[in-house]
């Protein structure tokens, strides 16, 4: 018998709000049958059509630390430069910078949301192709 993931669990100190910015970097949504509110200690956001969700919760300590688990996103519609820039408008925060580590054309970029959750933006699968 095996597991499946049910959601990622981000800990935080404002799951509402965090729930909204992640929002629009993934376009995940909440659940209609179960929105979040301002109040809630727990925020639920899913992917269009279902699937593995991403769960923010209210936690009374401040991230110390640099993630053990992080996400690497790959943008669909745009590049990876491009896609870093819009997400930096949303709000998130540059801390490194590892494009071209393996060559021209290679790498990502390190981003922290505003809660200081680090994640990655990888090259899009545009730009692996070509």
């Known amino acids: 018998m095996t597991s ?3 959601h990622t669990t981000i800990d935080c100190a404002k799951p509402y709000e965090l729930s909204l910015w992640w929002e629009q970097v993934i376009d995940y949504h909440e659940d209609p049958a179960d929105p979040n509110d301002m109040a809630h200690d727990e925020c639920l956001i899913v992917p269009p ?3 593995t969700g991403v769960l923010f919760i209210r936690v009374p300590e401040g991230k110390t630390v640099k993630n ?3 996400f690497d996103l790959r ?3 745009r590049t990876r430069d491009e896609e870093v820039q819009r997400v930096l408008g949303l709000g998130a ?3 490194a910078d590892h494009r071209g580590i393996h060559g021209p054309g290679s790498g990502w970029v ?3 949301d505003p809660e200081g959750n680090e994640f990655c933006i990888l090259r899009s699968d545009a730009e692996l192709a070509g």
Do not use: E, K, M, Y
Request: zero cysteines; charged letters at 15%; aromatic letters at 6%.
């Open 93 to 95: 925060t540059f801390v």
């Open 110 to 112: 390190v981003l922290a």
């Open 49 to 51: 059509g279902g699937g």
């Open 4 to 6: 499946r993931i049910s």
């Open 68 to 70: 053990r688990v992080h």
């Open 75 to 77: 943008p669909t519609d």
